[in-house]
C-alpha cells in the first residue's frame, strides 16, 4: 500500500500529474479542488510530496493500481469519507471533488442540495444521499481549512493562538488544545503556518 510519495513533477495534466523518483514514474490522479494548489506546494528543486489513497480499480479482467492525491491528511480523510456514500466510489469522488473541500463540508452539513447537485455527476438524489448519510459528521473539515484560508489571508504572527480557537470550535476543551499544540510546537518548531500547525495536530491525535 503506498500512503505517500515524494518525487520531481515531470508532467502535469487535467486531473493527474506525473512523479518522478529515479528512474520510475508514477501517475497520481487529483481532485480538481487539490490541483489548483498544486504549484504553491512545489519546492524549489520541483518535487511534490503527496498523501495518496491507493487502491485497485477492476476493469474487465484487469485489476489496475490508482493512486489519488492530496496535499495534506485532512484532504484524504474527507475524501475516505465522501465515499462511505453508497454509489460514490473513489473514482466519482475524484471527479465530484471540484471545490474547496470546506465548502462541501458546509454544504452537507447546511443540507444544501443546490450546492451538491452542482458537483460534477451529483445529481439531486444523490446529494440527498450524501447529506442523508454524512450531515453532522462533516463539519470539522469545513472549520479547519476555513480558518486555514483565513490564516494564510491575515498572515497571523501567532498561530498557536489561531490554533488554538479552531480547536475549540472543534469541542475540545480548551487545556487539551493546548497540550496537544504545545506537544507539535516542541517537536515541530519551524512550523510557519496555522495550516502546517494544524495539520501536525490532526495527524499525531489520529495515531494515538
Not at 506537544?183 to 501536525?200: A, G, H, I, S
Request: with cysteine; glycine share 6%.
Amino acid at each position: 500500500m503506498i500512503s505517500k510519495i515524494s518525487g520531481k513533477l515531470v508532467e502535469k495534466g487535467n486531473n493527474y500529474l506525473v512523479l518522478g523518483i529515479g528512474d520510475i514514474c508514477y501517475d497520481v490522479f487529483l481532485p480538481a479542488a487539490v490541483m489548483q494548489r498544486v504549484e504553491d506546494n512545489i519546492g524549489p528543486d520541483g518535487k511534490l510530496s503527496l498523501i495518496t489513497f491507493h487502491y485497485h480499480q477492476v476493469d474487465q479482467n484487469k485489476s489496475i493500481p490508482v493512486l489519488i492525491g492530496f496535499l495534506n491528511e485532512v484532504e484524504k480523510d474527507f475524501f475516505e469519507v465522501f465515499i462511505t456514500v453508497s454509489g460514490i466510489g473513489p473514482r466519482a469522488a475524484l471527479k465530484a471533488l471540484n471545490q474547496p473541500i470546506s465548502q462541501i463540508a458546509k454544504a452537507i452539513d447546511e443540507a444544501d442540495v443546490k450546492f451538491l447537485k452542482s458537483l460534477p455527476g451529483i445529481g439531486e438524489q444523490r446529494a440527498k444521499e450524501i447529506i442523508a448519510k454524512l450531515q453532522n459528521k462533516v463539519g470539522r473539515f469545513g472549520l479547519i481549512k476555513d480558518a486555514n484560508a483565513g490564516s494564510k489571508d491575515s498572515k497571523a504572527k501567532d498561530i498557536s493562538e489561531e490554533a488554538l480557537l479552531v480547536l475549540m470550535q472543534l469541542e475540545y476543551k480548551k487545556h487539551e488544545a493546548q497540550s496537544m499544540l504545545k506537544k507539535v510546537l516542541e517537536d515541530y518548531p519551524d512550523l510557519q503556518t496555522t495550516e502546517d500547525l494544524l495539520n501536525m495536530v490532526y495527524k499525531q491525535n489520529k495515531s494515538k
